[in-house]
């Protein structure tokens, strides 16, 4: 599956493409503050053993940090078309 390149899509796409991103993003930041409140509430107040929302919140962070490389390939097109 090949790539889509950010100069195919018009203007409109590329807004829409990045008000998703954004909501992605922020719902996954939230996603692994309530992983890591959850862990860190098992930690003092329960089995200090259980660790298995360690990785939900790692994989969260890391699609987080690629939706957010992505979203700056977004800004920088938007930018250079709003300059022409």
């Given at each position: 599956m090949a790539k889509d390149k950010l100069t195919d899509f018009t203007t409109d796409q590329l807004k829409k493409r990045k008000?998703?991103?954004?909501?992605?993003?922020?719902?996954?930041?939230?996603?692994?503050?309530?992983?890591?409140?959850?862990?860190?509430?098992?930690t003092i107040w329960g089995n200090a053993t259980e660790t298995y929302l360690v990785a939900p919140a790692g994989m969260c962070i890391l699609i987080a940090i690629l939706l957010s490389q992505g979203l700056k390939k977004i800004n920088k097109e938007l930018a250079e078309r709003e300059d022409k």
């Open positions: 008000r998703t991103t954004s909501i992605l993003i922020i719902l996954l930041i939230v996603a692994t503050l309530l992983s890591l409140s959850a862990l860190l509430y098992d």
